[in-house]
């Protein structure tokens, strides 16, 4: 569901309503808030609420399945409301519960508002490390989320994610930089299937740190840790220059980028494919992708939403979860 006042329910009843092609799916959402997203949108579509969800698969063509989580206030577009929180951060609880159980195979979660949650008791910085608790929680197995931004231009992963700028050089270490990018190097191997997956490395500072003159953390903890991986047979190269390792012809020299702060791996990734980016956890015991935008309250309810990313969201998490089980359609 998402913020259910953003415009996470505008774009699961787009895509439906517009004939994309999804893989079966439940939505967990309050009948209501739906209901009345599709009045204010003028869609048509039949509403069914499920017990389970399989029972989403035997749905036809124009209904949606729904496994109902009440909101605790009226949903108004574009008007987040924390007292609706515990709706929202239940309905990502109760997808991860969902496939643990072996009822679903892959988690699509809409946008969420950290600050709306956060005001609410939410102790966590965004979606990846909430999920990182649920891998503890539900699998008993201690994850480490990397998050990757996913295009058929380009990949991302990030060393470091919801901090802020001046915190960055202070939490780069070493082993931050190698279990990353082992974590990322498993995933385009059994994910994506990427046979003998590459990876690229940003550096921290630019040019690189130009030998030490524009900073040290390039050749003291960067560079050890590229070095490191590689010795170990992985395709791994850098520290790069970010500004010379985004464009065309570079791309095609790698399979995904490690980039070191939240900007620097997002803004090409957002500029080279923002209407159809997805954001990818990799490191958990489950499939879970999202749409790589915000809630964008400003345009919930008018109908000017966009569903391509939440499109490619459904069908990478599909593709995933195949991969997964041993087979790919």
Known sequence: M?????????????????????????????????????????????????????????????????LPIPCAAPV???????????????????????????????????????????SAGFAHPGHTEFLGELAKRFWGVTAEPVMMLAAPELRVVLATIHVALSRVPGLLTQDLIERTARTTLAALSRDFGVARPRLAVCGLNPHAGENGLMGTEDDAIIRPAVARLAAEGHDIKGPYPPDTLFHEAARARYDAVLAMYHDQGLI??????????????????????????????????????????????MNLADDMAARRRGHVA
């Open 76 to 118: 108004s577009p574009g008007r987040p409301d924390p007292a609706n929180a515990a709706a929202t951060i239940a309905s990502i609880e109760l997808a991860a519960e969902l496939v643990h159980r072996g009822a679903a195979s892959a988690v699509v979660t809409n946008p969420i508002a950290k600050h709306v949650l956060q």
């Open 2 to 66: 998402g913020d259910p006042a953003g415009i996470g329910l505008d774009i699961v009843l787009a895509a439906l309503a517009g004939g994309a092609t999804l893989p079966p799916f439940v939505l967990i959402a309050d009948p209501a808030a739906v209901a009345d997203r599709m009045a204010a949108l003028a869609i048509k579509l039949e509403p069914v609420v499920v017990d389970r969800a399989s029972d989403a698969q035997r749905l036809t063509a124009g209904k949606i399945a729904i």
């Open 268 to 313: 090409p990734l957002k500029t080279l494919a923002f209407d159809h980016g997805v954001n990818v956890t990799l490191g958990l015991p489950f499939v879970r992708t999202s749409p790589d935008h915000g809630t964008a309250f400003d345009i919930a309810g008018t109908g000017k939403a966009s569903p391509t990313s939440f499109i490619a969201a």
